[in-house]
């Protein structure tokens, strides 16, 4: 039960800054690429690199990964809205778009993975 209020906290968390960033990328370029979506896309794999790589080289509490790893960056990333607004766009007839938006999610993210299990790697 403890897990749960963990991964509430977290999830709650993980939304309103899911939120803020999306308002503040469509005020920063306007709505006609989804800019939020991406950044948060690519935080939210930084930060599972890190907690991954945290929980390979120490131990990270059950508490600490059902707040982070499940809570805060399963509210956050938004692979969900992603696939949708993928759609959108590909239906509007913006296959560029579409497809940059496919190539930058995909390629960043799992290059952010990388990068935050290697911030945490070469701090060993």
């Known amino acids: 039960m403890n897990n749960i209020l963990f991964v509430a906290l977290g999830g709650s968390i993980g939304a309103v800054f899911r939120y803020l960033i999306s308002i503040f990328m469509v005020q920063l370029f306007g709505s006609a690429f989804p800019f939020g979506t991406l950044l948060v896309n690519i935080i939210g794999s930084f930060l599972m690199g ?60 799992i290059f952010m993975v990388y990068l935050g299990q290697q911030l945490v790697f070469s701090r060993i």
Do not use: D
């Not at 969900?80 to 960043?108: R, V, Y």
């Open 50 to 109: 890190v907690i991954y790589a945290l929980g390979q080289v120490s131990e990270v509490s059950p508490e600490i990964k059902a707040l982070v790893g499940v809570g805060l960056l399963g509210a956050l990333t938004t692979f969900s809205t992603f696939s949708n607004e993928t759609l959108l766009l590909i239906q509007g007839g913006a296959w560029l778009k579409a497809f940059l938006n496919i190539a930058l999610n995909l390629c960043l993210c």
